[in-house]
């Protein structure tokens, strides 16, 4: 048995999970939200880079 960090609930296995570069070991439910939630931030990123990209250009 094992305490997940995200939610804190009792599971037979954690995974882990790369968010932001670090390594977190959740439950499944908290991982693939984390999973999720590190590619939405991803995304953003590139998109704030294309328009910082876009102004640097004019
Ligand atoms: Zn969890």
């Not at 882990?16 to 570069?21: C, L, T």
């Not at 939630?37 to 704030?48: D, G, I, K, Q, R």
Request: charged content about 35%; glycine content about 10%; hydrophobic content about 35%.
């Amino acid at each position: 048995m094992a305490v997940c960090k995200g939610c804190g609930d009792d599971v037979e296995a954690l995974v882990s999970v790369k968010v932001g570069g670090k390594a977190k070991k959740l439950c499944e439910d908290c991982a693939d939200r984390a999973r999720e939630e590190s590619e939405v931030a991803e995304a953003s990123e590139s998109v704030v880079q294309n328009m910082m990209g876009f102004k640097g250009r004019r």
